[in-house]
């Protein structure tokens, strides 16, 4: 269950936050084009040197959705259903009244810790679907490092195994080295939001199923006495609403950000026949830069 008041609340703390990252990047970046590629998802796939069922020498360096961007369409879908459905304008105190434990109305009380229990779990599939999605992490990470005055990254990978060396890094050391930390000192909000959102151990405690829910408390069967990054034996459903409320908004104001860039592009394209260049930082074989116009389609909001 979602709580309107709390959302609010939460809206009104990070978009201020959001708004900054937006500045800063369309200010820092090294190149015009580069805010563009974190919208458009400018990627390298060497899969392109294997194609022979095409006439055309095609460049390995792409921009578009690709997989993990339709991976994000499916998602947004479901988690878009999700809140749509699931917003209470209730006040939590009230809430918490209802199902804090009352022996004369047990029954109901232990229907609305059931219910509970469905939505909690259901959040849980969502939490992951925001914290583990490829398209998520990178926009972020290109959004961190352009923000900071350094050139889009076309190279960027996500580790998927212990054999790749050239990988950016695991999804954790993304999320909080790459991303979060880079926060801390020009966007101290949304680096206290990212740190309050995601937990390492919640994480993978819902990934592997390692988690018990009785009543209204959560306990985690991944907890580890010498690691420090596994240290919670649980939380109560509260904290787990403050961490779902902070998920969503994060996620809200990402999709928002990204509108934003596509307007601003749009607009700009206009004003130049409806192209834009964009700068390719090529690494393999040699390094070197090229620059390329990529076209705008205003009827479709489509760049190719």
Known sequence: MLFQEILNEKYRLLKPQFDKLYKTAFANQTHPGDLLLVHQNGFYNPEVFGWNNIPEKLSPYMMGPDMEGHSENTHHSFIGHYVTNNISNQNMNEYLGEVSFNSDRLTEVRRLEALESISVQTEMLIYLKIWEADAFI????????VSNG???????????????????????EIIRKLIRDQF????????????SAFKTQ?????AHSQYIINGR????????KDDMSAQLRGIPFNQWIDIFHETIIIYSLYNELLTRILNEYAHLSAQNGNAFEI??????PEKKTVYRKVEYD????YWR
């Open 298 to 301: 205003s009827d479709y909001k």
């Open 279 to 284: 700068r390719i930082n090529i690494e393999l």
């Open 150 to 172: 350094q050139a889009y990254n076309w190279h960027f990978k996500i580790k998927e195994s212990n054999r790749d060396k050239t990988a950016t890094g695991n999804r954790d």
């Open 217 to 224: 408390h959560i306990t985690l069967n991944n907890y580890v």
């Open 202 to 206: 919640i994480r993978n405690a819902i």
């Open 138 to 145: 990178k926009t972020f990470y290109e959004l961190a490092l």
């Open 184 to 195: 801390e000192h020009k966007l101290p909000v949304l680096y206290n939001s990212f740190k």
